[in-house]
């Protein structure tokens, strides 16, 4: 299991204080990447399209300055695959084709499947009634409904958090890290 379910709880609750304007939906987002990795997100084809128009869109001040965000994060309590921010990735000269090798290579790995999401969900959403976290018990449940007779889907953040932080990563593993932050190009 990636990270174990109660290693989720503080992972989240981390999250949480990480990015405050962060909605139930995006802590759900964040154990759905976390487990099952980037796979759900490769066609081949489209990978690099969709990067370089997203490394194009990039907001001045992220390509400046990184936007304040740090380059890596853990998209899981164990560490083994995080999330790149692609505004500090820019300013730091790197460039969007090594993010489209480092992401392919990801998503080559292995990850969780889908009992191991359930599972875990299952413990934060438990955790959420117990008011572990900052969010309505209604607003947890709508999203557990939801998840449920939809076979926990592929999600993307909230209109809170995309318009607060204006997300740009890309998955990577953390075993692919070394080697990509030694030739940022």
Not at 12 to 35: F, M, S, T
Not at 61 to 75: D, F, K, P
Not at 78 to 97: I, V, Y
Not at 172 to 185: F, H, T
Request: net charge negative; with cysteine; hydrophobic share 40%.
């Amino acid at each position: 299991m990636t990270g174990g379910c109660l290693s989720w709880i503080p992972f989240l609750q981390n999250h949480q204080e990480r990015w405050p304007e962060a909605q139930w939906i995006d802590l759900y987002k964040v154990c759905y990447q976390g487990i099952l990795g980037p796979e759900h997100l490769v066609r081949h084809e489209e990978v690099r399209v969709r990067l370089e128009e997203e490394w194009e869109g990039l907001p001045a001040t992220h390509a400046e300055a990184g936007g304040g965000i740090e380059l890596w994060e853990a998209a899981c309590p164990d560490g083994r695959l995080g999330r790149l921010h692609l505004g500090p990735w820019r300013a730091r000269g790197g460039t969007w084709q090594a993010i489209a090798e480092a992401f392919l290579n990801t998503a080559q790995a292995k990850w969780g499947n889908l009992d191991e999401l359930i599972e875990v969900w299952e413990k934060v959403e438990s955790a959420s009634r117990e008011g572990v976290f900052h969010i309505s018990v209604a607003e947890a449940e709508r999203l557990h409904q939801a998840l449920v007779t939809h076979r926990y889907p592929s999600v993307h953040h909230s209109a809170a958090y995309r318009e607060a932080y204006r997300p740009a990563y890309r998955l990577i593993s953390r075993s692919v890290l070394p080697s990509l932050l030694s030739d940022p190009r």
